[in-house]
T-cell receptor, first 115, second 111 residues
Framework: DTGVSQNPRHKITKRGQNVTFRCDPISEHNRLYWYRQTLGQGPEFLTYFQNEAQLEKSRLLSDRFSAERPKGSFSTLEIQRTEQGDSAMYLC?????????????FGPGTRLTVL | DAKTTQPNSMESNEEEPVHLPCNHSTISGTDYIHWYRQLPSQGPEYVIHGLTSNVNNRMASLAIAEDRKSSTLILHRATLRDAAVYYCILSRAGNNRKLIWGLGTSLAVNP
């Protein structure tokens, strides 16, 4: 079990640039989640996939954010025209409906800094 | 979504038990109670979850009040590695999707 991996671990970009993050979930997990966390706060839900279908997206999520999970395995999160307020830790988590267990397994996160 | 209330911070001594409280007075009958923790500079980690009955696992115990409006996470013997932010979260049964996180309790463990 290699766990959930995220790349890159750190990203520094200039305001207005586009960035893309990747998440590789645990291989047998069919559910994948993206969260955003700012300093001193709990994670904030962004979006959720079951297999390749994006089933829920936070109303707080700007249309500059888009996520895909094309083959139901890895997922990408893209932020277009980044703003300084996008600076945060972006967390990916996965879980399985098959085991009947409820826990989500989190990756180490990608820390984004927008200058 | 039902919300939870936790103390901002708590302190414990190594090798002693720790009781982390959580209030969730607006919980509905189908809401599960989850606990996660987040060590510094790491992603969150699942600790335990339950619905109505008390639960035990290798990491901790979860005591759920009879009216389910509060719960307590119990670490039986705190170690320095247990220093983390502990989050109490509700999620609806059959809807294992987003977790709505609060601010959590920052636990300090003194040697």
């Amino acid at each position: 079990d290699t766990g959930v991996s995220q790349n890159p671990r750190h990203k520094i970009t200039k305001r207005g640039q586009n960035v893309t993050f990747r998440c590789d979930p645990i291989s047998e997990h069919n559910r994948l989640y993206w969260y955003r966390q700012t300093l001193g706060q709990g994670p904030e839900f962004l979006t959720y996939f079951q297999n390749e279908a994006q089933l829920e997206k936070s109303r707080l999520l700007s249309d500059r954010f888009s996520a895909e999970r094309p083959k139901g395995s890895f997922s990408t999160l893209e932020i277009q025209r980044t703003e300084q307020g996008d600076s945060a830790m972006y967390l990916c988590a996965s879980s399985s409906t098959g085991t009947g267990r409820n826990e989500q397994f989190f990756g180490p996160g990608t820390r984004l800094t927008v200058l | 979504d039902a919300k939870t209330t936790q103390p901002n911070s708590m302190e414990s001594n190594e090798e002693e038990p720790v009781h982390l409280p959580c209030n969730h007075s607006t919980i509905s009958g189908t809401d599960y109670i989850h606990w996660y923790r987040q060590l510094p500079s790491q992603g969150p980690e699942y600790v335990i979850h339950g619905l109505t009955s008390n639960v035990n696992n290798r990491m901790a115990s979860l005591a759920i009040a009879e009216d389910r409006k509060s719960s307590t996470l119990i670490l039986h013997r705190a170690t320095l590695r247990d220093a983390a932010v502990y989050y109490c979260i509700l999620s609806r049964a059959g809807n294992n999707r987003k977790l709505i996180w609060g601010l959590g309790t920052s636990l300090a463990v003194n040697p």
